[in-house]
Protein backbone atom coordinates (compact mmCIF):
# COMPACT_ATOMS: atom_id res chain seq x y z
CA UNK A 1 0.00 0.00 0.00
CA UNK A 2 1.33 3.59 -1.10
CA UNK A 3 2.20 5.79 1.81
CA UNK A 4 -0.43 8.11 2.29
CA UNK A 5 0.84 11.60 3.11
CA UNK A 6 -0.34 14.60 5.84
CA UNK A 7 0.58 18.07 4.58
CA UNK A 8 3.23 19.15 7.32
CA UNK A 9 2.94 16.27 9.38
CA UNK A 10 6.09 16.74 11.17
CA UNK A 11 4.78 20.21 12.21
CA UNK A 12 2.02 17.84 14.17
CA UNK A 13 3.98 15.26 15.45
CA UNK A 14 2.27 12.85 13.14
CA UNK A 15 4.15 9.85 13.47
CA UNK A 16 5.12 7.69 10.03
CA UNK A 17 4.52 4.18 11.77
CA UNK A 18 0.91 5.44 13.47
CA UNK A 19 -0.45 7.02 10.07
CA UNK A 20 0.47 3.65 8.71
CA UNK A 21 -1.65 1.63 11.39
CA UNK A 22 -4.30 3.67 11.60
CA UNK A 23 -4.81 3.29 7.07
CA UNK A 24 -4.58 -0.82 7.81
CA UNK A 25 -7.28 -0.62 10.77
CA UNK A 26 -9.34 1.82 8.87
CA UNK A 27 -9.57 -0.49 6.01
CA UNK A 28 -10.97 -3.48 8.27
CA UNK A 29 -13.18 -1.48 10.11
CA UNK A 30 -17.14 -2.18 9.73
CA UNK A 31 -20.26 -0.67 11.36
CA UNK A 32 -20.43 -3.66 13.78
CA UNK A 33 -17.05 -3.29 15.06
CA UNK A 34 -18.70 -0.18 17.05
CA UNK A 35 -21.25 0.43 19.17
CA UNK A 36 -24.20 2.07 19.03
CA UNK A 37 -24.21 5.77 21.33
CA UNK A 38 -26.28 6.14 24.47
CA UNK A 39 -27.65 8.99 23.68
CA UNK A 40 -28.11 11.48 20.84
CA UNK A 41 -27.92 15.22 21.56
CA UNK A 42 -28.20 18.27 19.30
CA UNK A 43 -28.37 22.14 20.10
CA UNK A 44 -30.89 24.63 18.66
CA UNK A 45 -29.80 27.58 17.77
CA UNK A 46 -29.77 30.45 14.53
CA UNK A 47 -27.90 30.29 11.70
CA UNK A 48 -26.06 33.89 10.92
CA UNK A 49 -24.56 33.89 7.19
CA UNK A 50 -22.04 36.93 8.58
CA UNK A 51 -21.20 37.74 4.54
CA UNK A 52 -21.23 35.54 1.69
CA UNK A 53 -17.29 36.98 0.52
CA UNK A 54 -15.08 34.35 0.37
CA UNK A 55 -11.68 33.74 -1.10
CA UNK A 56 -12.03 30.28 -1.99
CA UNK A 57 -14.06 29.25 -4.94
CA UNK A 58 -15.10 25.39 -4.41
CA UNK A 59 -17.00 23.64 -6.95
CA UNK A 60 -19.11 21.87 -4.42
CA UNK A 61 -20.20 25.65 -2.31
CA UNK A 62 -23.00 27.64 -2.87
CA UNK A 63 -22.24 29.50 0.07
CA UNK A 64 -20.16 31.89 -1.82
CA UNK A 65 -20.98 34.86 -3.93
CA UNK A 66 -18.83 36.66 -6.47
CA UNK A 67 -17.66 40.02 -6.35
CA UNK A 68 -20.28 42.90 -6.28
CA UNK A 69 -23.05 39.97 -5.25
CA UNK A 70 -21.93 38.93 -1.62
CA UNK A 71 -23.65 39.91 1.09
CA UNK A 72 -22.64 41.60 4.47
CA UNK A 73 -25.31 41.86 6.87
CA UNK A 74 -25.51 44.51 9.32
CA UNK A 75 -25.55 44.49 13.48
CA UNK A 76 -29.16 45.42 13.15
CA UNK A 77 -29.72 42.50 10.71
CA UNK A 78 -27.64 39.94 13.07
CA UNK A 79 -29.30 41.17 16.22
CA UNK A 80 -33.20 41.11 14.54
CA UNK A 81 -32.12 37.15 14.01
CA UNK A 82 -30.49 36.79 17.29
CA UNK A 83 -33.71 38.15 19.05
CA UNK A 84 -35.80 35.42 17.06
CA UNK A 85 -33.81 32.80 18.59
CA UNK A 86 -34.04 34.03 22.08
CA UNK A 87 -38.02 33.88 21.49
CA UNK A 88 -37.41 30.56 20.07
CA UNK A 89 -35.85 29.16 23.23
CA UNK A 90 -32.16 29.15 21.17
CA UNK A 91 -29.00 28.82 23.06
CA UNK A 92 -26.90 28.80 20.11
CA UNK A 93 -25.78 31.88 17.17
CA UNK A 94 -23.80 30.29 14.16
CA UNK A 95 -21.55 32.44 12.66
CA UNK A 96 -20.87 31.46 9.16
CA UNK A 97 -18.77 33.67 6.88
CA UNK A 98 -16.93 32.75 3.53
CA UNK A 99 -12.77 32.61 4.86
CA UNK A 100 -11.42 36.41 4.93
CA UNK A 101 -11.81 38.04 1.79
CA UNK A 102 -9.51 39.09 -0.17
CA UNK A 103 -8.79 42.62 -2.75
CA UNK A 104 -11.59 40.98 -4.79
CA UNK A 105 -14.14 42.35 -2.42
CA UNK A 106 -13.55 46.01 -2.34
CA UNK A 107 -16.86 47.09 -1.79
CA UNK A 108 -17.08 44.72 0.94
CA UNK A 109 -14.55 46.13 2.63
CA UNK A 110 -15.42 49.74 1.97
CA UNK A 111 -18.72 49.50 3.64
CA UNK A 112 -16.60 47.67 6.89
CA UNK A 113 -14.59 50.80 6.80
CA UNK A 114 -17.71 52.64 6.55
CA UNK A 115 -18.83 50.91 10.07
CA UNK A 116 -15.65 51.45 11.69
CA UNK A 117 -13.72 48.13 11.33
CA UNK A 118 -10.47 47.48 9.44
CA UNK A 119 -10.82 43.81 8.97
CA UNK A 120 -14.15 41.07 8.83
CA UNK A 121 -12.73 39.70 11.65
CA UNK A 122 -12.75 42.74 14.04
CA UNK A 123 -16.16 42.74 12.45
CA UNK A 124 -16.91 39.29 13.66
CA UNK A 125 -15.50 40.06 17.45
CA UNK A 126 -18.47 42.86 17.81
CA UNK A 127 -21.10 41.16 16.45
CA UNK A 128 -20.06 38.20 18.33
CA UNK A 129 -20.11 40.15 22.00
CA UNK A 130 -23.54 42.61 20.46
CA UNK A 131 -24.69 38.67 20.18
CA UNK A 132 -23.86 37.44 23.59
CA UNK A 133 -25.27 40.54 25.40
CA UNK A 134 -28.56 40.14 23.61
CA UNK A 135 -29.17 36.39 24.51
CA UNK A 136 -27.02 33.73 22.94
CA UNK A 137 -23.92 32.19 22.98
CA UNK A 138 -21.87 32.19 19.64
CA UNK A 139 -20.07 29.93 17.54
CA UNK A 140 -18.39 31.04 14.49
CA UNK A 141 -17.17 29.12 11.91
CA UNK A 142 -14.96 32.13 10.20
CA UNK A 143 -12.45 29.57 8.05
CA UNK A 144 -9.11 29.90 7.83
CA UNK A 145 -7.33 32.26 10.33
CA UNK A 146 -4.03 33.49 11.75
CA UNK A 147 -3.59 33.26 15.78
CA UNK A 148 -4.08 37.16 15.54
CA UNK A 149 -7.46 36.88 13.53
CA UNK A 150 -8.74 34.25 16.17
CA UNK A 151 -7.87 36.29 19.37
CA UNK A 152 -10.17 38.66 18.20
CA UNK A 153 -13.46 37.08 18.55
CA UNK A 154 -12.24 34.03 20.86
CA UNK A 155 -13.53 35.95 23.76
CA UNK A 156 -17.22 36.05 22.74
CA UNK A 157 -17.82 32.63 21.27
CA UNK A 158 -18.76 29.71 23.44
CA UNK A 159 -17.15 27.26 20.91
CA UNK A 160 -15.70 28.03 17.22
CA UNK A 161 -14.94 25.87 14.25
CA UNK A 162 -13.81 25.41 10.92
CA UNK A 163 -14.12 22.17 8.57
CA UNK A 164 -11.02 20.21 7.74
CA UNK A 165 -13.04 18.71 4.94
CA UNK A 166 -9.82 16.57 3.73
CA UNK A 167 -6.32 16.43 3.87
CA UNK A 168 -6.27 14.95 0.53
CA UNK A 169 -5.46 17.34 -2.84
CA UNK A 170 -8.73 17.18 -4.15
CA UNK A 171 -10.04 18.36 -7.76
CA UNK A 172 -12.78 20.32 -5.94
CA UNK A 173 -10.06 22.37 -4.40
CA UNK A 174 -7.93 22.60 -7.35
CA UNK A 175 -6.99 26.26 -9.13
CA UNK A 176 -5.25 29.41 -8.21
CA UNK A 177 -8.23 29.90 -5.32
CA UNK A 178 -8.61 26.27 -4.02
CA UNK A 179 -8.21 25.17 -0.21
CA UNK A 180 -4.53 24.21 1.51
CA UNK A 181 -4.85 21.39 3.99
CA UNK A 182 -2.24 22.39 5.26
CA UNK A 183 -3.74 25.61 6.54
CA UNK A 184 -7.21 23.98 7.45
CA UNK A 185 -4.45 21.92 10.12
CA UNK A 186 -2.97 25.10 11.25
CA UNK A 187 -6.44 26.54 11.68
CA UNK A 188 -7.14 23.78 14.35
CA UNK A 189 -3.63 23.73 15.62
CA UNK A 190 -4.15 27.47 16.62
CA UNK A 191 -7.65 26.41 18.26
CA UNK A 192 -5.90 24.02 20.44
CA UNK A 193 -2.76 26.43 21.15
CA UNK A 194 -5.49 29.04 22.47
CA UNK A 195 -8.32 26.57 24.47
CA UNK A 196 -11.11 26.86 22.51
CA UNK A 197 -13.72 24.30 22.49
CA UNK A 198 -13.67 23.16 18.93
CA UNK A 199 -15.53 21.55 15.72
CA UNK A 200 -14.28 20.15 12.81
CA UNK A 201 -15.00 17.28 10.27
CA UNK A 202 -14.34 16.03 6.58
CA UNK A 203 -16.10 15.85 3.82
CA UNK A 204 -17.46 12.97 2.11
CA UNK A 205 -17.62 12.48 -1.64
CA UNK A 206 -15.64 15.45 -3.31
CA UNK A 207 -12.86 13.28 -4.76
CA UNK A 208 -11.07 11.05 -1.63
CA UNK A 209 -10.64 7.91 -0.89
CA UNK A 210 -11.07 6.04 1.77
CA UNK A 211 -7.26 5.77 2.92
CA UNK A 212 -7.62 9.73 2.76
CA UNK A 213 -10.38 9.53 4.97
CA UNK A 214 -9.07 7.87 7.53
CA UNK A 215 -6.00 10.35 7.57
CA UNK A 216 -7.93 13.21 7.96
CA UNK A 217 -9.57 12.03 10.64
CA UNK A 218 -5.72 10.70 12.21
CA UNK A 219 -4.43 14.19 11.73
CA UNK A 220 -7.60 15.84 13.91
CA UNK A 221 -6.85 12.80 16.86
CA UNK A 222 -3.40 13.80 17.01
CA UNK A 223 -4.13 17.63 17.26
CA UNK A 224 -6.83 16.54 19.83
CA UNK A 225 -4.15 14.35 21.39
CA UNK A 226 -1.70 17.11 21.86
CA UNK A 227 -4.40 19.81 22.91
CA UNK A 228 -7.27 17.97 23.90
CA UNK A 229 -9.69 20.68 22.45
CA UNK A 230 -12.07 18.62 19.81
CA UNK A 231 -15.74 18.81 20.91
CA UNK A 232 -17.08 16.79 17.73
CA UNK A 233 -16.05 15.98 14.01
CA UNK A 234 -19.14 16.03 11.58
CA UNK A 235 -18.75 13.57 8.92
CA UNK A 236 -20.73 15.20 6.34
CA UNK A 237 -21.57 14.08 2.91
CA UNK A 238 -21.16 16.84 0.00
CA UNK A 239 -24.90 17.13 -1.84
CA UNK A 240 -26.38 18.06 -5.13
CA UNK A 241 -26.87 21.69 -5.68
CA UNK A 242 -26.64 24.08 -8.69
CA UNK A 243 -22.65 23.97 -8.34
CA UNK A 244 -22.28 20.69 -7.42
CA UNK A 245 -23.79 17.78 -10.21
CA UNK A 246 -21.17 14.98 -8.48
CA UNK A 247 -23.85 13.27 -6.63
CA UNK A 248 -23.47 12.16 -3.17
CA UNK A 249 -21.70 9.18 -1.30
CA UNK A 250 -23.82 5.75 -1.11
CA UNK A 251 -25.24 5.01 2.57
CA UNK A 252 -22.80 2.29 2.92
CA UNK A 253 -19.69 4.76 2.16
CA UNK A 254 -21.41 7.19 4.78
CA UNK A 255 -21.96 3.97 6.79
CA UNK A 256 -18.14 2.58 6.81
CA UNK A 257 -16.81 6.05 7.19
CA UNK A 258 -19.07 6.93 10.12
CA UNK A 259 -17.46 3.24 12.05
CA UNK A 260 -13.95 4.86 11.00
CA UNK A 261 -14.61 7.92 13.03
CA UNK A 262 -16.16 6.17 15.98
CA UNK A 263 -13.39 3.80 15.81
CA UNK A 264 -10.36 6.27 15.28
CA UNK A 265 -11.46 9.23 17.79
CA UNK A 266 -11.77 8.83 21.66
CA UNK A 267 -14.92 8.39 23.09
CA UNK A 268 -14.93 12.32 24.26
CA UNK A 269 -15.00 13.64 21.02
CA UNK A 270 -18.71 13.06 19.67
CA UNK A 271 -19.41 11.83 15.91
CA UNK A 272 -22.08 14.21 14.36
CA UNK A 273 -23.85 13.77 11.10
CA UNK A 274 -26.36 16.63 9.88
CA UNK A 275 -29.68 15.06 9.65
CA UNK A 276 -30.82 17.60 6.65
CA UNK A 277 -27.58 15.87 4.56
CA UNK A 278 -27.55 12.26 5.38
CA UNK A 279 -29.64 9.41 6.00
CA UNK A 280 -29.18 9.52 9.51
CA UNK A 281 -31.94 6.81 10.76
CA UNK A 282 -29.36 4.71 8.29
CA UNK A 283 -26.62 5.03 10.83
CA UNK A 284 -27.73 5.15 13.94
CA UNK A 285 -25.70 1.77 14.47
CA UNK A 286 -22.94 3.16 13.31
CA UNK A 287 -21.30 5.37 16.54
CA UNK A 288 -22.96 8.57 16.08
CA UNK A 289 -23.84 10.66 18.85
CA UNK A 290 -24.32 14.21 18.00
CA UNK A 291 -27.36 15.54 15.14
CA UNK A 292 -25.68 18.89 15.37
CA UNK A 293 -27.17 22.70 15.18
CA UNK A 294 -30.92 22.34 13.98
CA UNK A 295 -33.12 25.79 13.95
CA UNK A 296 -36.70 26.42 14.28
CA UNK A 297 -35.98 29.99 12.94
CA UNK A 298 -33.08 29.84 10.21
CA UNK A 299 -32.41 27.91 7.02
CA UNK A 300 -29.52 26.16 6.66
CA UNK A 301 -27.17 28.91 4.49
CA UNK A 302 -24.72 26.49 3.49
CA UNK A 303 -27.13 24.18 2.03
CA UNK A 304 -30.42 25.98 1.74
CA UNK A 305 -32.48 23.44 -0.23
CA UNK A 306 -31.81 21.19 2.70
CA UNK A 307 -34.29 21.88 5.02
CA UNK A 308 -33.40 21.41 9.11
CA UNK A 309 -35.92 18.47 9.83
CA UNK A 310 -38.58 19.31 12.94
CA UNK A 311 -37.42 18.91 16.18
CA UNK A 312 -40.11 16.38 16.67
CA UNK A 313 -38.27 14.57 14.02
CA UNK A 314 -35.30 14.41 16.15
CA UNK A 315 -37.28 12.94 19.17
CA UNK A 316 -38.54 10.24 16.80
CA UNK A 317 -34.69 9.49 15.52
CA UNK A 318 -33.55 9.40 18.85
CA UNK A 319 -36.52 6.69 19.48
CA UNK A 320 -35.79 4.86 16.72
CA UNK A 321 -32.66 4.40 17.83
CA UNK A 322 -33.92 3.65 21.26
CA UNK A 323 -31.85 6.41 23.09
CA UNK A 324 -33.02 9.88 24.93
CA UNK A 325 -32.32 12.50 22.91
CA UNK A 326 -30.70 15.35 25.01
CA UNK A 327 -30.40 19.58 24.24
CA UNK A 328 -26.52 20.86 24.86
CA UNK A 329 -25.05 24.17 24.23
CA UNK A 330 -22.16 25.07 21.33
CA UNK A 331 -20.23 24.21 23.85
CA UNK A 332 -19.79 20.68 25.44
CA UNK A 333 -20.32 20.38 28.95
CA UNK A 334 -17.25 18.79 29.54
CA UNK A 335 -15.22 22.00 28.76
CA UNK A 336 -17.19 24.47 31.59
CA UNK A 337 -15.27 22.75 34.10
CA UNK A 338 -12.13 22.90 32.69
CA UNK A 339 -9.65 25.86 33.39
CA UNK A 340 -9.16 27.88 30.48
CA UNK A 341 -11.60 26.72 27.98
CA UNK A 342 -14.24 29.05 28.90
CA UNK A 343 -13.49 32.47 28.86
CA UNK A 344 -14.73 35.16 31.30
CA UNK A 345 -17.31 36.73 29.05
CA UNK A 346 -18.88 33.07 28.06
CA UNK A 347 -18.58 31.89 32.54
CA UNK A 348 -20.74 35.17 33.19
CA UNK A 349 -23.01 34.57 30.59
CA UNK A 350 -23.65 31.21 31.49
CA UNK A 351 -24.04 32.01 35.38
CA UNK A 352 -26.12 35.53 35.50
CA UNK A 353 -29.16 35.01 36.83
CA UNK A 354 -31.18 36.20 33.64
CA UNK A 355 -33.48 34.32 31.32
CA UNK A 356 -30.25 33.49 29.21
CA UNK A 357 -28.34 32.07 32.11
CA UNK A 358 -31.40 30.24 33.54
CA UNK A 359 -32.02 29.07 29.53
CA UNK A 360 -28.69 27.89 29.23
CA UNK A 361 -28.52 26.54 32.78
CA UNK A 362 -31.56 24.57 32.26
CA UNK A 363 -30.15 22.63 29.19
CA UNK A 364 -26.89 21.57 31.16
CA UNK A 365 -29.23 20.11 33.58
CA UNK A 366 -30.82 18.22 30.94
CA UNK A 367 -34.09 20.13 31.88
CA UNK A 368 -34.50 21.57 28.64
CA UNK A 369 -35.32 19.94 25.68
CA UNK A 370 -37.45 21.58 23.20
CA UNK A 371 -40.69 23.07 22.94
CA UNK A 372 -43.12 21.70 20.01
Known sequence: ?????????????????LRETAVRRASTIQPEDVEPASQLTFARNVF???TTACRYTCTYCTFYDPPGQASLMSVEEVLEVVDRGVDA???????TLGDAPDARYGSLHETLESWGYATIHEYLADACERTLEEGLLPHANPGDQTKAQMELAAPYNASMGVMLETTAEVTAHAGPRG?????????????????IPFTTGILVGIGETKDDRAVSLLAINALHERYEHIQ????????ENERWRGGSPPTEVLRDTVAMARALLPETVS??????????????DCGIDDLGGVSPVTVDHV???????????????????????????????????IEGFISEPISDAVSRDDPAGRRYRSVIEGESLYHP
Open 1 to 17: MSTVEIPDAAAYDIDLE
Open 48 to 50: IPL
Open 89 to 95: GCTEALF
Open 179 to 195: KSPAQRLNTIKIAGELQ
Open 232 to 239: EVLIQPVV
Open 271 to 284: VQVPPNLAPVRDLL
Open 303 to 337: NPAYAWPALDELRAIAEAAGVPLKERLPVYDRFLD
